[in-house]
């Protein structure tokens, strides 16, 4: 069964930046043609979109990302990223991907991403 694999997560300091990749376990499954999108979950709270990406390279993003977050996608590489700079410690989280809303693929493992102050 097809998952989504998350990577690039890690411990960074306020203000610092991180790239964060997602491919699907399959090579053959192709994501190119979908409408994805970045959520977190950081503990206690339930998991919120905070960036996406249609098919045709449309973004957009949560206020609270909006300026410091950018999601692009690599249509040679089957990959979609988030570059996240001027890291928050309220950016600390579980990054997951998916579909955009609906019909989600089975949710992979996510990555941690913790800002320190």
């Known amino acids: 069964q097809v998952q989504l694999v998350e990577s690039g997560g890690g411990l960074v300091q306020a203000g610092g930046s991180l790239r964060l990749s997602c491919a699907a376990s399959?090579?053959?499954?192709?994501?190119?043609?979908?409408?994805m999108g970045w959520y977190r979950q950081a503990p206690g709270n339930q998991r919120e979109l905070v960036a996406s990406?249609?098919?045709?390279?449309?973004?957009n993003y949560a206020d609270s990302v909006q300026g410091r977050f950018t999601i692009s996608r690599d249509k040679a590489k089957n990959t979609v990223y988030l570059q996240m700079n001027s890291l928050k410690p309220e950016d600390t989280a579980v990054y997951y991907c998916?579909?955009?809303?609906?019909?989600?693929?089975?949710w992979g493992q996510g990555t941690q991403v913790t800002v320190s102050s």
């Open positions: 399959v090579s053959i499954f192709s994501i190119n043609g979908i409408d």
């Open positions: 990406i249609t098919w045709s390279g449309r973004t």
């Open positions: 998916n579909r955009l809303y609906t019909n989600f693929l089975p």
